[in-house]
């Protein structure tokens, strides 16, 4: 190819940025984000960032620097509004055309929203902007309640919790993270929150945000800050539009081709056939970003690769810190081993005999061996703490 577009400025991006240039492409290239701002990292907009003790430099991989220096032409504040497969354009919102050999959308994910009235008075948390307001928003408010129970909303809760502000999570399932993680496993996280004194409410049907706070179905919850965090859906609009197959995300195969042969995608947006579990997977994971990008910047160019590895994640909430690494559906068997109550433990999760994830709680340098176990048959006996 002479000419490669990306549209979409996060990980996925950066990453087959880097990956086409350490393969030596040498041809045009061109990055169009929405967003004023180069690519960043997200997690820490949860965590260390938003507790205002990360450095804003180091959320950002590089500087305007290294894009110039590797010849990359950064559209950023701009977004790709209308995709012509056949003419091979992308439209921006400026009306300017940009014609492409290969195009990788890596478009991400948008926060979920509800359909409740009230609901814009409730801040969403998914870009560098959002948790600068989010940040601001918090030194002036008191209480804090988090609609929904998922891993942003948990780590928002105990970063603001540790601020000082007085925080409730409203979870609607049964448990935060019960849908993901089973209830032995779930219950363990929900416990630290519990211990360091966020609120949890399970089962909550929230009906309104007003001013003040949240009504549920059971009543007033006061909140002088209310954090909308139910998700993320992928920004597939314009991949749909265009006419490409789109199913839960953009469809692609292990080489994260689309349908259209000139098009590929990566990371949130993507649901690639993962060929280490035969399926087809949507995973929202910054490890996932990375490779997925890595592997766009090979395939575009028709080099060997494929989507074959175990989606990996990690996160910091309070004193609980771990790493994952697999896919386990929530009522696999969960065994744990380790010092449980300690908060130093390996989670196993097992389906017919064959581990399907585990997740090292507190524990170092052991995810590697983890990940070599996913997928075997084991004897639940044999499983340790790995250390
Ligand atoms: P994104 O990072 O979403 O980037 C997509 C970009 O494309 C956006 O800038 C968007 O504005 C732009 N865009 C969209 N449409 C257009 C268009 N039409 N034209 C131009 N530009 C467009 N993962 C973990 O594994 N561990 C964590 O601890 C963790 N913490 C997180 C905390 C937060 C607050 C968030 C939001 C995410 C977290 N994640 C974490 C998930 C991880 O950050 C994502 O998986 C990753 O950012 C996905 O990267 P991406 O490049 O696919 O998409």
Known sequence: PRSIVIVGGGLAAVHAV????DQEYA????LVCREPHAPYERPPLSKGYLAGKDDRDAAFPHDAGWYRDNDVTLRLGEAATDLRLDERVVVLDS??????????????????????????KALTLRTIDDSERLKAAM?????????????????????AHQAGM????????GRPLGHLLGPVVADHVAAI????????????????VVDGGVRTADGMVAADLVLLAVGATPTSGLAEAAGLDVDG??????????????????????????TALGQRLRVEHWDNAIRQGKLAGR?????????????????????????????????????????????????????????????????????DRIRELVGTKVDPADLTDLR
């Open 166 to 173: 007085e925080v409730v999570v409203l979870e609607a399932g």
């Open 95 to 120: 009306g300017e055309s940009l014609g492409y050999d290969r195009l990788l959308v890596a478009t991400g994910a948008s926060p979920r929203t509800l359909q409740i009235p009230g609901i814009e």
């Open 27 to 30: 041809g045009r290239l061109t």
């Open 139 to 159: 030194a002036e408010g008191k209480r804090l309640a988090v609609i929904g129970g998922g891993w942003i909303g948990l780590e928002v809760a105990a970063t």
């Open 299 to 367: 395939t575009m160019l028709g080099l060997e690769g494929g989507y074959d590895w175990q989606p990996y994640f990690f996160t910091d909430q309070f004193d609980f810190s771990m790493e994952y690494v697999g896919r386990n559906a929530p009522d696999d068997e969960a065994v744990l081993r380790g010092d449980v109550d300690g908060g130093e433990y390996v989670a196993w999760w097992l389906r017919d005999g064959v581990v399907t994830a585990g997740m090292n709680v507190n524990i170092w340098d052991v995810n």
């Open 18 to 21: 880097e990956s086409l240039r």
């Open 249 to 274: 995300g953009i469809v692609v195969d292990e080489r994260l081709q689309t349908s259209d042969p000139h098009v590929f995608a990566a990371g949130d947006v993507a649901n690639a056939h993962n």
């Open 193 to 208: 929150h519990a211990k360091n004194g966020v609120e949890i409410r399970t089962g909550v049907q929230v009906e309104e």
